[in-house]
């Protein structure tokens, strides 16, 4: 038995628009459809209803109603998502072009989940020259089973369509389609004309891009951005999607330099594409010339240390900041220490921070979790994965409990355990990465170095010409200065500089660099002596030159000169296989002396105080300076 069921919404009057049985589709902000013993279609006033009956069981109903709460998008939209048909020639898509044609206002076409030749595109192409409302192009996964050479002449013959409709573009979305580099051609002139200038989202993920791809990409939004800023309204692209594309640094940092021209960006996810610390880089300078951004996600690829550095450099950027996925990326400790770091400066409505997956170990997993202290925002904090052990999960939980924030804490079921100490094979590939992008720079110095020596050979012989020609007096012993000083430390050279010794350093060590300021402190604390008031003296004002002239700059990366200091002094694993010193109490007694000083920055005092926690060899003999140190970090960290 048949029976009568209505689903009813209240919509604006609207104009009839014509419909057939396969496709039901007719968009409004409201919809209202009503299934009675008949089709019938009422409009009154602006707020009456619209009615669409027809006769049907209630189960097929039920069906209905849940087909058109899932497809409702947008106004003036014409769906064929998900049929599953093959459109090869005009004739398999005439009922479809038909319908285009007849739809008055159309904003807004939905082809993904068919597929299509190039005949049918063409055909549909012709249909759209005249819509020059429309605004959306969901285009994703409409090229299943069609040959490559397909794909291209199909997008230009769509893209081109679109300008000739004088279409001003607000979503174009192609994902899904695998078309590779030529796909990008195919759309080129599109992104480069009018109809791009207003675009806001371009999704383009799973597309198989490639390096090339990505650089045409680049090159065509770059161009979309100039032109559109000589007409007075500049390309506000405010989402990017490109996860799973091969795109790799050259595509990335090409990429880079488009998003850092706009400036305009919210979203951008790139998840998937085997980029490694020189394009992460490139996207971290860009990212920061993007305020809005809200959402970062490049989950999947390989930061390491390097490129996790400069990331966390530009999240001090970045306010706007919600979801940060850097899941499955290599961060290691010093870059989730750096992260931790900029988290802890900013960012006031995090909402996700994702760091899983990343090497991480625990005492950097426990300066993450207090850095995410005060976040209001805050849904979700994932360390998943890394090498906390079962102690330092504990821990963990422990912190993020205290701050009343432990069901926020995701899952720690994957943790990897705490690393062995001598397990370098990790460290191994990055090293061997960074050694092939650098063979080819490093021949090219090598061919400038011989160069080099050559000329300074002849130059040797000339004056070795002179020399035998005039008698010159017999040599003197040099004075000491502060690069021999540097390169052997001692007491006795230290106080043969004079007074102009902090000057001297000030002028010899390049404070730009967080790793030489911390190894230029390593030499000057190891010859410390506490009982030698003169000797002492000299240390702590050279050093204070060297560190106040540091933190005084903008510039200066504090997070990493506290990390560079960690790993030299044995604490902290390196991915540069950089070998420890020999820690001496002077070493220890300094950074005392520095933590007190009002140019510290006290966001670095938990580092520290983590790290000098740890039960470690490293640390043994100097047991009394390191208690003095914990004492004195425990009285100048700020209260929360």
């Not at 030529?182 to 490639?210: F, P, W, Y």
């Not at 990326?329 to 996700?352: D, H, Q």
Request: charged share 25%.
């Amino acid at each position: 038995m048949r029976q009568r069921n209505c689903l009813e919404l209240q919509v604006p009057c609207v104009p009839r628009q014509p419909w057939s049985s396969k496709c039901l589709n007719v968009r409004t902000e409201r919809e209202t459809a009503c299934v009675t013993d008949s089709a019938v279609l009422e409009t009154t006033s602006y707020t009456q209803k619209f009615r669409f009956c027809v006769l049907m069981a209630t189960d097929a109903v039920a069906q209905l109603a849940d087909s058109l709460a899932k497809t409702l998008v947008t106004e003036g939209e014409l769906s064929y998502k998900g049929q599953g048909r093959k459109f090869d020639n005009a004739q398999s898509v005439e009922e479809m072009v038909k319908e285009i044609q007849e739809f008055k206002g159309l904003k807004a076409l939905r082809l993904e989940g068919n597929t299509y030749g190039v005949e049918a595109a063409q055909a549909i192409a012709k249909a759209l020259e005249t819509k020059s409302e429309f605004k959306y192009c969901y285009w994703s996964d409409m090229f299943t089973g069609r040959l490559r050479s397909e794909i291209p002449p199909a997008l230009n013959s769509l893209g081109a369509a679109l300008m000739t409709a004088g279409a001003r573009l607000t979503v174009l979305d192609l994902s899904d389609n695998a078309f590779g580099p030529d796909g990008v051609k195919g759309i080129e002139k599109l992104l480069k004309s009018t109809a791009c200038h207003t675009l806001q989202e371009l999704r383009l993920n799973n597309c198989g891009m490639g390096i090339g791809g990505g650089k045409i990409l680049a090159a065509a939004l770059t161009e979309c951005y100039k032109q559109s800023s000589a007409q007075g309204t500049p390309l506000g692209l405010k989402v990017f999607i490109a996860g799973r594309n091969r795109l790799e640094n050259d595509g990335a940092t090409a990429l880079a330099q488009a998003f850092q021209l706009m400036g305009s960006l919210e979203e951008v996810h790139v998840p998937q594409n085997g980029i490694n610390h020189p394009g992460v880089t490139a996207l971290a300078t860009a990212m920061q010339h993007n305020p809005q951004l809200r959402v970062l996600n490049l989950n999947d690829n390989t930061f390491t240390k390097k490129g996790a550095i400069a990331m966390a450099q530009a999240l001090k950027h970045l306010r706007s900041i919600q979801v940060i996925n850097f899941g499955d990326c290599l961060v290691r400790s010093e870059g989730a220490i750096a992260i931790a770091e900029a988290v802890t400066e900013g960012l006031p409505i995090l909402k996700e921070l994702n760091l899983s997956f990343g090497e991480i170990t625990g005492e950097a997993a426990l300066l993450v979790a207090q850095s995410v202290e005060g976040k209001a925002t805050l849904e979700k904090l994932d360390l998943n994965g890394n090498c906390l052990g079962e102690e330092g999960c504990d821990d963990l939980r422990e912190v993020m409990d205290g701050l009343n924030m432990g069901d926020l804490l995701g899952s720690l079921s994957d943790d990897e355990g705490e690393p062995e100490e001598d397990d370098d094979d990790e460290e191994e590939d990055e090293d061997e990465e960074d050694e092939d992008e650098e063979e080819g720079d490093e021949d090219d110095e090598e061919e400038d170095d011989e160069d080099e020596e050559d000329d300074e050979d002849d130059v040797e012989e000339e004056e070795d010409s002179s020399v035998n020609q005039v008698s010159s007096p017999l040599s003197v012993p040099r004075s000491p200065d502060a690069a021999s000083f540097l390169c052997f430390p001692s007491p006795d050279k230290l106080l043969k500089l004079g007074t102009k010794r902090a000057l001297l350093f000030e002028q010899q060590v390049d404070v730009a660099d967080a790793g030489k300021t911390a190894e230029a402190f390593l030499k000057i604390s190891s010859v410390y002596n506490e009982e030698d008031e003169q000797v002492k003296s000299a240390v702590l004002d050279s050093i204070d030159a060297i560190l106040r002239k540091a933190f005084a700059s903008p510039s200066f990366q504090g997070y990493n000169f506290v990390s560079s200091l960690l790993v030299m002094l044995g604490l902290l694993k390196s991915e540069d296989k950089v070998k420890p010193v020999h820690v001496v109490p002077g070493h220890l007694q300094a950074l005392e002396y520095v933590v007190r000083q009002d140019y510290f920055p006290q966001d670095h005092i938990a580092v520290l105080e983590a790290f000098m926690s740890r039960h470690v060899q490293a640390l043994e003999s100097c047991s009394s300076a390191r208690n003095i140190l914990k004492s004195t970090l425990e009285q100048v960290r700020p209260e929360n």
